[in-house]
């Protein structure tokens, strides 16, 4: 099956710099990749998401990038708010199937 | 994005109590919704995937009769953890997909269970 790795499990940084997560995944036929937020108490919430024709996608601050022969998605996040602290996720899955591996998760801490 | 309800977002019970915990699509019909458990820290866990008018399918590990899913609509899937012991006390959160072509799934905001 699917395997999705993700690090770092923890990233601090200061308020206005730039936050980068990186995953990596095993199979090859994934071709849906998700990024979810989860704050303290909450269900996850879809921040971004990037299907495998395409190489990069951007949000405002938030951007996503893949590299499909190299099996790897990164999350970028610019000019970081305290708001942005939470847990990241990030997930792949393949077809219309929709049963999303996920990574072990980076907690985003923002320092004001 | 679509909206998925989760009800209740917290629960207190006695050991060998049962708890049902309801996942509602409010703005789309979901044919496969998802349950998943959270411990502390730690990743998404999936427990089982149900889909409209079939038996869910759970993963390996996961025991069906301690963990009753029913998904009688197109909008609303429960999760019945029954004989509930202190063990079982976790986040448990639901996902729902739209019945549509799209791929995303929609989390509930979850909830916390608590066995005494």
């Known amino acids: 099956g699917e395997n999705v790795e993700q690090h770092p499990s923890t990233l601090s940084v200061q308020e206005g710099d730039s936050a980068v997560i990186k995953c990596t995944y095993s199979d090859s036929a994934s071709n849906y990749f998700p990024w979810y937020k989860q704050e303290l108490g909450k269900g996850p919430q879809l921040i971004i998401d990037i299907r495998s024709n395409v190489g990069e996608k951007k949000d405002q601050r938030i951007a996503v990038t893949l590299n499909k022969t190299a099996k790897h998605f990164s999350l970028h996040i610019t000019e970081t708010q305290p708001e942005d602290s939470a847990v990241y996720f990030c997930?792949?899955?393949?077809?219309?199937?929709?049963?999303?591996?996920f990574g072990r998760g980076t907690s985003l801490i923002v320092h004001p | 994005g679509a909206v998925v309800s989760q009800h209740p977002s917290r629960v207190i019970c006695k050991s060998g109590t049962s708890v049902k915990i309801e996942c509602r699509s409010l703005?789309?019909?979901?044919?496969?919704m998802f349950w998943y458990r959270q411990f502390p820290k730690k990743s998404l866990m999936l427990m089982a995937t149900?889909?409209?008018?079939?038996?869910?399918?759970?993963e390996q590990g996961v025991e069906k009769d301690k963990f009753l899913i029913n998904h009688a609509s197109l909008t609303l899937s429960t999760l019945t953890v029954t004989s509930a012991h202190p063990e079982d006390s976790s986040f448990y959160i639901c996902?729902?997909?739209?019945?549509?072509?799209?791929?995303?799934?929609?989390f509930g905001q979850g909830t916390r269970l608590t066995v005494v």
């Open positions: 997930a792949a899955s393949m077809g219309g199937s929709y049963i999303p591996t």
């Open positions: 996902s729902a997909r739209d019945q549509g072509a799209r791929t995303e799934a929609f």
């Open positions: 149900s889909n409209e008018g079939s038996k869910a399918t759970y």
């Open positions: 703005d789309f019909q979901a044919t496969t």
